[in-house]
């Protein structure tokens, strides 16, 4: 995506290991062009309701924990891709590693890209897939076979990212024993931190949870990159979208009247599910593994509500 490459600092290694030499020093990125207000707005800004809800959760459950190995080989990754790709009958996508990549796991049109080292294990890297290849993957897939296109991501740029975030986090805890969203309650906080705290500041209140400085910096960067003077509050971060998205979705979810395929129609908003409804699906449209038996989808989804006490929020 344009705007997320853009939003890499072209200095960002230099001030790295400035901030590292002193901790309270506040990053001065620069970057390939500016950036218009218009770009941050279209996502809004984080909301005292979910940000409350995410520390008391937080304080509730405590934040994600180091992953001990055994971790995920390159050629585990690339058996549990080819396997998941022949299961839902699809030609399989490239892989590809590096220690540059910005994300753990990240889809394009053309590969399914891996940051090494990968510090995580088989049941992780699963639950990785869900996300990237049975949501994100399978919704531009099914978009691709119809013959209409609501233009969601345009049209409605938020909601487009609040269904396809919600959806997207929640499926990465299906398949999940313990299906608390640590992580997306420690985004919500730094997202919504970040709009009144320095770089300095937000680093050294996430480390106060506990967090590797690693953990910490890499929290803090995703909340304060588009800043050229990151002492300033704010910032740019969509990550907020998926706390809230994934609410939002899972009580839409959780409504037995609302068919959950209904959302793998294609690349859409649960706004335009009722113009789905009204038009012609592909017949070859493909739907998650996770969704073949849907009473028991249901119940893992409900169960995820319950678990994250969605019920308290308004």
């Known amino acids: 995506m344009p705007l997320l490459r853009d939003l890499i600092p072209t200095n960002l290694q230099q001030e790295k290991r400035k901030f590292f030499f002193d901790t309270s020093y506040n990053p001065q990125f620069t970057y390939v062009r500016e950036f218009h207000q218009q770009e941050w707005d279209k996502y809004g800004l984080p909301k005292k309701t979910y940000f409350d809800h995410a520390l008391k959760m937080i304080e509730d459950y405590g934040v994600p924990q180091p992953v001990q190995p055994p971790f995920c080989t390159p050629e585990e990754v690339e058996r549990e891709v080819t ?9 399989v996508l490239p892989v590809k590693f590096s220690n540059k990549f910005p994300s753990q796991v990240s889809i394009t049109a053309k590969e399914l890209r891996f940051r090494t080292p990968m510090k995580y294990g088989l049941e992780s890297l699963r639950n990785k897939l869900n996300h990237e290849i049975q949501t994100h993957y399978l919704r531009k897939h099914n978009q691709q076979l119809q013959t209409w296109d609501l233009g969601s991501e345009k049209v409605r740029p ?15 805890h299906v398949g999940r024993d313990d299906g608390i969203l640590r992580k997306t309650y420690l985004n919500y906080f730094a ?16 480390l106060g949870f506990g967090l590797s ?14 800043l050229t003077d990151t002492s300033q509050p704010g910032g740019f971060s969509k990550n907020h ?31 335009d599910v009722p113009a ?30 319950k678990a994250n006490r969605f019920g308290e929020l308004p």
Not at 243 to 268: C, H, M, T
Not at 279 to 303: C, D, G, V, W
């Open 276 to 305: 789905v409804q009204k038009l012609s699906t592909h017949p070859h449209t493909i739907y998650p593994l996770f969704m073949q038996n849907l009473e028991e989808y249901r119940e893992k989804i409900a169960e995820l509500g």
């Open 158 to 172: 938020r909601n487009f990212r609040l269904t396809e975030e919600g959806l997207a986090n929640l499926h990465s």
């Open 191 to 206: 997202a919504y931190q970040a709009q009144n705290s320095s770089f300095s500041e937000l680093f050294h209140q996430l």
């Open 213 to 226: 400085e690693k953990f910490a910096w890499n929290l803090t960067f995703k909340q304060k990159r588009g």
């Open 241 to 271: 979208l998926y706390f809230e998205g994934s609410v939002l979705v899972q009580r839409w979810l959780a409504n037995p009247k609302n068919d959950p395929r209904l959302l793998y129609a294609g690349r859409i908003a649960l706004e």
């Open 83 to 91: 396997e998941l790709f022949a299961r839902l009958e699809l030609p």
